[in-house]
Nanobody, 121 residues
Framework: QVQLVESGGGLVQAGESLRLSCTPS????????MGWHRQRPGKQRELVAT???????NYADSVKGRFTITRDNVKRTMNLQMNSLNTEDTAVYYC???????????????WGQGTQVTVSS
């Protein structure tokens, strides 16, 4: 069962913006640290940004100043505002969260299925 669902990907031109969202399933009881990773064509998956439950954030150098990660602990959603996109940002973006699921006994990391972001020049 998919525990995290991403949305908001698409095709944009360089310089434009996109906003990604990540929504946990109702099967997740509690979710703490969350983050976005991406996998660019021919590259390994890499960290983009993370956000702790207290709101502290961390960004990859390549996105600092352009991307903003936020979360709503009431709605349990996480967003990634991506501005000034360039072709190097083309990737599949994945949501990740550390969570306790219904019926589970351990905190585990869960991944979404990914959403494609394509930036054309």
């Amino acid at each position: 069962q998919v525990q995290l669902v991403e949305s908001g990907g698409g095709l944009v031109q360089a310089g434009e913006s996109l906003r990604l969202s990540c929504t946990p399933s109702s099967n997740i009881l509690v979710i703490t640290d969350m983050g976005w990773h991406r996998q660019r064509p021919g590259k390994q998956r890499e960290l983009v940004a993370t956000i702790a439950i207290n709101g502290s954030t961390n960004y990859a150098d390549s996105v600092k100043g352009r991307f903003t990660i936020t979360r709503d602990n009431v709605k349990r959603t996480m967003n990634l505002q991506m501005n000034s996109l360039n072709t190097e940002d083309t990737a599949v973006y994945y949501c990740k969260g550390r969570a306790l699921i219904r019926g589970g006994t351990r905190w585990l990391d869960y991944w979404g299925q990914g959403t494609q972001v394509t930036v054309s020049s």
